[in-house]
């Protein structure tokens, strides 16, 4: 499934740029779903930098009726980004930890200059590979897919929202 989100930001795109990129750890104080964020590769070519993030959702964001069937391992994910200053861009793709290589999600941010103001607009997209699916019949699998994707994408896109507003608060903060 498919999404897009466009969120406006009320600072010059240099600065809102590199806030995403380069104060990630710092943010984390900014989204109370999250518990923490490692980086664990930094790599830079030229205007390209290449992140490997391992996020940890808090465990407060499951509701309580289900958080005993919840393995901590199930609120993590690694983020694989390229940040490609030049072209103001960053391309990502997530490896969730629950059901590995069963749902596929990946996306790219273009940050526009709007004067003293950032458009920031975020594509992505989430499929589940339901013949990957392990134990579930392929039937049912197939016809719970679009659901599935639909609630995942419904939970994964407010809080897209909440990192671009993580990133205002910060910089209103902070400068």
Known sequence: MRFTI?????????LVFQTHRDKLLELVEYLPNIDKVE?????????????????????????????????????????????DEEHYRCRWRLELNVLPGVIEAHGENVFLDEGDETVVNMTGEFVIHHERIP?????????????????????VQPNLRKSNAAVVEYIDDNL
Not at 6 to 14: G, I, K, M
Not at 66 to 76: D, G, H, N, Q, S
Not at 140 to 149: F, H, I, R, W
């Open 135 to 155: 134990g579930v019949p392929a039937f049912v699998a197939k016809s719970a897919a679009p659901a599935l994707e639909k609630f995942i994408v419904g939970l």
């Open 6 to 14: 466009t969120d406006e930001l009320p600072h010059p795109r240099d």
């Open 39 to 83: 980086t664990t590769k930094r790599e830079e070519d030229g205007a390209v930098v290449r992140l490997e993030n391992h996020w940890t959702a808090a465990q407060t964001d499951v509701p309580a009726v289900v958080r005993p069937l919840i393995k901590a391992e199930y609120l993590t994910w690694v983020d694989y980004a390229e940040w």
